[in-house]
């Protein structure tokens, strides 16, 4: 079993290829390759690379399938015994990226 880890906007990931992931916006068109080559650790059938800290040789090709907003989160601030309530909502920017190929030089 093929798989990688990999850092994508401060966050680590467990990549395998065939999968699709949800990452923080990347300002990539959709459609267009893109390439990840913070890879932490590659995992070949066994055999183990780990990067001190980044692999060099290995790189992850992926393709863009879309962008779209996360789900709705309540954020609810209050002080108590001051009648302060601030209620708020956010959705994350999020990019949908399917994986493709992991290449090892």
Do not use: C
Not at 2 to 31: H, P, T
Not at 71 to 97: A, F, N, S, W
Request: without cysteine; aromatic residues 10%.
């Amino acid at each position: 079993m093929k798989y990688a880890i990999v850092e994508i906007s401060g966050k680590q990931f467990w990549i395998e290829i065939g999968k699709y992931y949800d990452f923080n916006r990347i300002s990539i068109e959709l459609g267009k390759q893109i390439t990840l080559n913070r890879v932490l650790l590659f995992n070949n059938d066994g055999d183990v690379l780990i990067g001190k800290p980044y692999l060099k040789s290995v790189k992850i090709t992926g393709k863009i399938i879309e962008h779209f907003r996360g789900k709705k989160t309540i954020v609810y601030k209050m002080r108590p015994k001051k009648k302060t309530r601030k209620k708020q909502g956010h959705r994350q920017e999020l990019t949908r990226v399917l994986i493709e190929n992991i290449i090892i030089n």
